[in-house]
């Protein structure tokens, strides 16, 4: 196995995760695709926590390319004196890999607070606040309370899907970075690669 070229595969995929969240943080900007909620500060505090944007996307390119560069070198010396550059560029992965935890982590605590809360919206008082709040996250699970919230329209459901898109892309993204402190710890153990052979493989 080349330790490597499992750091390379984890961070391509992080890459194209990380895009995911700030997209998905975005269009909470914009409900039903209208500007004019976000110009009046009408928007769930937990949209403005930045979860997708910071946590699970900017903060996430960074082990991102330093997993991506890790392949780069060849493996000539795998097991070897000649390898202690490419153990110590493992083991120092870890670092970027707990990054990526922490970003991740704070990604899938906004998305879940997010969920937990509720939309803030216009209730059938014409008053705006967090109508759903008082039923302690049960409103998800009983989709007629959503007609509480009277506009923006479909604010449930736009809340809903994205905070959970949030939420498993950034379970995905804690996931793969614990892969690779494990990878990590392997690499810089075992070396590059664990075998000779394996050389012309990464």
Known sequence: MCYGKCA????????WFSVLCIVANILLY????ETKYASENNLSRFVL?????????LLMFLPAF????????????????????????MLSSILAALIGIIGSGYCVTVASLGLAEGPWCLDSLGQ??????????????????????????????????LFFILLALGG?????CLI??????LGGICGYCCSRQQQYDC
């Open 8 to 15: 390379r595969c984890i961070g391509q995929s992080l890459v």
């Open 30 to 33: 914009f409900p039903n695709g």
């Open 49 to 57: 926590f930045f979860g997708g944007i910071a946590g699970g996307g």
């Open 66 to 89: 330093v997993f991506i560069g890790l392949e780069e070198d060849d493996c000539c010396g795998c097991c070897g004196q000649d390898n202690c550059g490419k153990r110590c560029a």
């Open 128 to 161: 705006w606040n967090y109508t759903l709040a008082s039923t302690e996250g049960q409103y998800l699970l009983d989709s007629t309370t959503w007609s509480q919230c009277k506009e923006p329209k479909h604010i449930v459901q736009w809340n809903v899907t």
């Open 172 to 176: 995905i993204e804690f996931i793969l």
């Open 180 to 185: 690779q402190v494990i990878n990590g710890l």
